[in-house]
């Protein structure tokens, strides 16, 4: 189906700092703006292609906070103006959601909105490209809000997890669809291990909405946006942003609604959530390393290296992170890379900004 007779819209959200990569990763270049994919080009530049083979350029939009409106039109020079959707204060996937929506309503009633993340790594863009068009399908004609889920290859305690129930429909059609029995948070490593040997999927956090379907179940599931709404059919979106409270989407509504579906991934998918990601997105030698820029193993292992500031050399190591941007040198090991935004917490603010005030607004990044 061409793309402009497609009753789809995408929404890509890229609000969030990516603190798990620190210090390449700042409010000032946040995770999206970093080449942690399949190319050299931006995660955000990535994903803005990829939305493209979904929607025309007039039906995209990305969803963020005002302070990187000048880097993201640096790295996107072809951005339409009415490109970029800033949200007036960050509330969470939640709220931002429920907002693009809107915006989305008051254009067509009728369509279906696919959210994003900027921050993902998918190859096989026909693939996803295809898929997500089946999902939007599906969606609109059982009237559910989809989530796409990717069977595991590994226990990965950073994700969350879907129980997969009954088959939507005839289970005939492509994609074949369910419903959501369960989402389970992040699990411990032996839940993970127990949730992969019986079936279940992780939750990648792309959805598929018909937008007056979404906006109906948060009506009902989620009041403490929902009693707002009137606030956005009044057109003060600033009042609506400072009233409704800090909330994912997955919380406020598609853990509460009984509507919800899941279509299995075609795709390979990795959200990129730290360090750990790059032996999965990136190159890595005979003896597991992964080394990105003016970086040098010798008699090294299973270590990954990322350095944007000069040469950095690791020598008779193993199961090593060594970063070093921004003036910064990161070590910490694969096992220890996971709790970044613990060591952050502990560090000055200046070094844990970039030498920002740290009064900046994040934009859509979920709290975890």
Same mark, same amino acid.
């Not at 189906?1 to 620190?22: K, T």
């Not at 803005?48 to 302070?67: N, S």
């Given at each position: 189906?061409?793309?402009?007779?497609?009753?789809?819209?995408? %929404?890509?959200?890229?609000?969030?700092?990516?603190?798990?990569?620190?210090?390449?990763?700042?409010?000032?270049?946040?995770?999206?703006?970093?080449?942690?994919?399949?190319?050299?080009?931006?995660?955000?530049?990535?994903?803005?292609?990829?939305?493209?083979?979904?929607?025309?350029?007039?039906? !995209?939009?990305?969803?963020?906070?005002?302070?990187?409106?000048?880097?993201?039109?640096?790295?996107?020079?072809?951005?339409?103006?009415?490109?970029?959707?800033?949200?007036?204060?960050?509330?969470?996937?939640?709220?931002?959601?429920? /907002?693009?929506?809107?915006?989305?309503?008051?254009? @067509?009633?009728?369509?279906?909105?696919?959210?994003?993340?900027?921050?993902?790594? !998918?190859?096989?863009?026909?693939?996803?490209?295809?898929?997500?068009?089946?999902?939007?399908?599906?969606?609109?004609?059982? &009237?559910?809000?989809?989530?796409?889920?990717?069977?595991? &290859?590994?226990?990965?305690?950073?994700?969350?997890?879907?129980?997969?129930?009954?088959?939507?429909?005839?289970?005939?059609?492509?994609?074949?669809?369910?419903?959501?029995?369960?989402?389970?948070?992040?699990? @411990?490593?032996?839940?993970?291990?127990?949730?992969?040997?019986?079936?279940?999927?992780?939750?990648?956090?792309?959805?598929?909405?018909?937008?007056?379907?979404?906006?109906?179940?948060?009506?009902?599931? *989620?009041?403490?946006?929902? *009693?707002?709404?009137?606030?956005?059919?009044?057109?003060?979106?600033?009042?609506?942003?400072?009233?409704?409270?800090?909330?994912? %989407? @997955?919380?406020?509504?598609?853990?509460?609604?009984?509507?919800?579906?899941?279509?299995?991934?075609?795709?390979? /998918? @990795?959200?990129?959530?730290? /360090?750990?990601?790059?032996? =999965?997105? =990136?190159?890595?030698?005979?003896?597991?390393?992964?080394?990105?820029?003016?970086?040098?193993? %010798?008699?090294?292992?299973?270590?990954?290296?990322?350095?944007?500031?000069?040469? !950095?050399?690791?020598?008779?190591?193993?199961?090593?992170?060594?970063?070093?941007?921004?003036?910064?040198?990161?070590?910490?090991?694969?096992?220890?890379?996971? &709790?970044?935004?613990?060591?952050?917490?502990?560090?000055?603010?200046?070094?844990?900004?970039?030498?920002?005030?740290?009064?900046?607004?994040?934009?859509?990044? &979920?709290?975890?």
């Amino acid at each position: 189906m061409p793309v402009d007779d497609s009753p789809l819209h995408v %929404v890509i959200l890229a609000g969030g700092i990516g603190s798990r990569f620190w210090p390449a990763s700042l409010p000032t270049r946040p995770k999206p703006l970093l080449s942690f994919g399949d190319s050299s080009d931006p995660m955000l530049v990535e994903t803005v292609g990829r939305a493209a083979r979904l929607a025309p350029p007039d039906r !995209i939009a990305i969803l963020t906070g005002r302070h990187l409106e000048a880097p993201f039109r640096a790295v996107l020079p072809n951005l339409p103006p009415e490109g970029l959707w800033i949200e007036p204060r960050a509330r969470g996937t939640g709220p931002v959601l429920v /907002w693009a929506a809107h915006r989305i309503h008051r254009r @067509d009633p009728t369509a279906v909105m696919v959210s994003l993340h900027a921050d993902h790594a !998918i190859r096989t863009n026909t693939a996803f490209a295809e898929l997500v068009r089946g999902a939007a399908a599906v969606a609109a004609r059982e &009237d559910r809000l989809l989530t796409i889920a990717a069977r595991p &290859d590994r226990p990965e305690v950073g994700y969350g997890y879907i129980r997969p129930g009954d088959v939507l429909g005839s289970g005939v059609e492509a994609p074949e669809a369910f419903e959501v029995a369960a989402f389970i948070e992040k699990p @411990d490593l032996e839940t993970a291990r127990a949730y992969v040997a019986q079936g279940y999927l992780w939750n990648t956090g792309i959805f598929v909405f018909p937008v007056r379907r979404f906006l109906e179940e948060v009506r009902l599931h *989620a009041p403490e946006i929902g *009693a707002l709404l009137p606030l956005l059919d009044a057109g003060d979106e600033d009042a609506f942003f400072d009233a409704v409270p800090t909330v994912s %989407v @997955d919380e406020s509504v598609l853990e509460r609604s009984g509507r919800v579906g899941c279509v299995r991934a075609t795709f390979e /998918w @990795d959200d990129v959530g730290g /360090w750990e990601a790059l032996s =999965r997105t =990136r190159p890595v030698d005979e003896a597991g390393n992964c080394l990105e820029g003016e970086a040098y193993a %010798v008699d090294t292992q299973r270590s990954i290296a990322w350095t944007e500031d000069g040469p !950095i050399v690791l020598f008779g190591v193993d199961g090593l992170v060594v970063v070093r941007a921004a003036g910064v040198t990161l070590v910490t090991t694969r096992s220890r890379a996971p &709790d970044l935004k613990a060591l952050l917490s502990q560090l000055p603010a200046a070094l844990r900004e970039g030498g920002s005030d740290g009064s900046t607004s994040h934009g859509n990044e &979920d709290p975890e």
